[in-house]
Nanobody
């Protein structure tokens, strides 16, 4: 059974940092892509970052490039999202997701391509 569990959300002032974690179990990581998405009230779910587990290749949404960094710990089966220089517009529920059909080199950014999801962790950035 696949299980993704996010943690690390909270309230932070603009300009601050947070580190999100996603503990994954029940996956054979070798060919999967792990992604972070976010959803703000009234908005569609947005791709934030993705990492191909085997190679470490990464991709980022335009709105977070240069501020957020995705990484993974192979031994612990955990994916991280380091968020720096946070802005009020980063406020959202952040979800960890797994794309198990990621056969192409490119990291997919459509939420519909991700089969497994965590329950989400809320990030609030105050101005």
């Amino acid at each position: 059974q696949v299980q993704l569990t996010e943690s690390g959300g909270g309230l932070v002032q603009a300009g601050g940092s947070l580190r999100l974690s996603c503990a994954a179990s029940g996956l054979s990581f070798s060919r999967y892509v792990m992604g972070w998405f976010r959803q703000a009230p009234g908005k569609e779910r947005e791709f934030v970052a993705g990492i191909r587990w085997k190679t470490g290749n990464t991709d980022y949404g335009d709105s977070v490039k240069g501020r957020f960094t995705i990484s993974r710990d192979n031994a612990k089966g955990t994916v991280f999202l380091q968020m720096n220089s946070l802005k009020p517009e980063d406020t959202a529920v952040y979800y960890c997701a797994a794309d198990v059909g990621a056969y192409s080199p490119a990291i997919r950014t459509n939420a519909d391509d991700y089969e497994y999801w965590g329950q989400g962790t809320r990030v609030t950035v105050s101005s």
